[in-house]
Every structure is written in structure tokens, then in C-alpha cells.
């Protein structure tokens, strides 16, 4: 199945990035969007063949325009992967130390760029995948069963869960799957920031029944797989990628 177009949100770094090179290993052509130009421009740089595609995907007016220039460039969309997010830790805070309006904040900014994000690139390129054997794919989290500490992060990934089982019926009759991936603990990313210490990285790892933190790679290879026409009875489904961490112990 080469030659493929996917586009990739959140392109440029962690997940995103070890995705695209993945699918550009395949003679794919890996289109990358994201809020930050340099940050595309250069992860794409080091990908044969990538476009990268500045944009802020949740903004519906910069979202359609995106979804124009893939349409005018590409025409079919056979892969969709919906990477973009983050738990707010690099947005503006809330400018207030009113525990309210913190939380408000906080909540706002999650759904903004973990939900919202996903949901109106979905439905901006939805009528342009390939039909039959589009894909369309989201990156949830182990939150989204564990819980995140304040809940916002959590409660914005697990929201992607009744709306893509929505979309894989609706799509589905299109010969069009959608499936979701929940990472564990993924090291190599911006996602901890400063914030990961070596005794939680310690006991995220314990928590594990594998024994090691997840890769970027680790998470590529799934979405790689359901996106490829060995998964094309696979939809609606939500794969854990967490060395069994989701189970406990």
C-alpha cells in the first residue's frame, strides 16, 4: 500500500515525528501539521518527501484552511492520524490564582488541544478519505482509564472514545476504519517537560509489566499496523500501548 498520502497532526516531535518516518519508510508521503513552523520545517526536512502544513487545529478557520490546501495538493486522504495535544503544560497559565478560574483554564486548554483539535481536522478531511480503505486514528492515553492527577487531561483524551466508535459507524459503510491507541508511559517526548523525575519515571516503569518506559516507535508501529490492509477488519477499537500498565497491579 505505498504511495499513500497521511497526514500526521502534531508532526514535528515524539510520537509524531517516529510516525511519519515510519509511513515515509514506505514510500508514503507524510504530511505534517502543527502550530509551530520551525519545529515542521525542520522534522520535515529530515523526512523524504514530507510537507509541512503550519496550522492551529483548533481554530476552525485555520483548520479549513488547511484542509483546502491538502485537498487542492492531494486530493485523497488514505491516512489520518490525529496526534496533536498535550497536557497544557507549554499553554499560556491561567493568569489567576482563583482555584476556579485555574481550573476552567486548565479544563478549556485540554479539550482544546486534545479534543478539539482531532475532532475538527476529522471533520474537515472527512469526505476526502479514500473510500474503500481510508484510516483514521487518534492517540488517546492510559489517562483515559487511570486518570491524570487533575482529571482535564484524562477527561480530554477518554472524550475521543465515544466519538470515534460515532465516526467508525459512520464511516464504516465507506469500507473506512477508525481505531484509537492509548500509550503508557512514552519517553523521548515533550510531554513530561521538566516534570519527570527519576522516581516517578521509576515507578511509571513499575507500573509496567514489561519493565521498560514505551518509545515513540513502540507507538508508530501501531498506528502503522492499523492503518496498513492487514487491519482492514479492525475498527473501532482501542489499543493499549503501556507494557500492561492500564491492568495494574
Known amino acids: 500500500m ?3 498520502t497521511v497526514i500526521i497532526s502534531g508532526g514535528g516531535t515524539g510520537i509524531g515525528l517516529a510516525t ?26 529530515g523526512i523524504e518527501g514530507a ?23 492531494f486530493g485523497t486522504v488514505d491516512v489520518l492520524v490525529n496526534n ?16 476556579l478560574a485555574v481550573a476552567a483554564h486548565n479544563w478549556t486548554v485540554n479539550f482544546r488541544i486534545n ?23 487518534f492517540l488517546s ?5 487511570r486518570g491524570s492527577g487533575s482529571g482535564a487531561y484524562a477527561a480530554s483524551k477518554a472524550a475521543l472514545h465515544p466519538y470515534a466508535h460515532d465516526l467508525a459507524r459512520r464511516l464504516g459503510p465507506r469500507g473506512i476504519t477508525v481505531n484509537l491507541v492509548a500509550p503508557g508511559l512514552i519517553e523521548d517526548t515533550e ?12 515507578r511509571l516503569v ?38 500492561g500498565a492500564e491492568r495494574g497491579h
Open 2 to 4: 505505498a504511495g499513500r
Open 141 to 145: 492515553s492510559i489517562a483515559a482509564y
Open 191 to 202: 510531554f513530561f517537560g521538566d516534570a519527570m523525575t527519576a522516581e516517578r519515571r521509576a
Open 20 to 45: 511519519a518516518r515510519r509511513f515515509a519508510a514506505d514510500g508514503d508521503t507524510t504530511v505534517l501539521i502543527g502550530r509551530r513552523a520551525e519545529v515542521l520545517r525542520r522534522a520535515a526536512e
Open 206 to 243: 513499575g507500573e509496567t509489566l514489561t519493565g521498560r518506559a514505551g518509545t515513540p516507535g513502540d507507538v508508530a508501529e501501531t498506528l502503522h499496523w492499523l492503518a496498513s490492509h492487514a487491519a482492514g477488519h479492525v475498527t473501532s477499537q482501542i489499543i493499549q500501548v503501556n507494557g
Open 51 to 73: 510537507v509541512a502544513l503550519p496550522a492551529d487545529l483548533s481554530s476552525p478557520e485555520e483548520t479549513g484552511r488547511v484542509a483546502r490546501e491538502i485537498a487542492e495538493r
Open 115 to 137: 479534543t478539539l483539535t482531532a475532532v475538527l481536522l476529522t471533520e474537515a478531511l472527512a469526505g476526502r478519505l479514500a473510500s474503500p480503505g481510508g484510516r483514521v486514528l
Open 84 to 99: 496533536a495535544g498535550g497536557n497544557g503544560g507549554l499553554e499560556p497559565g491561567a493568569g489567576s490564582d482563583d482555584p
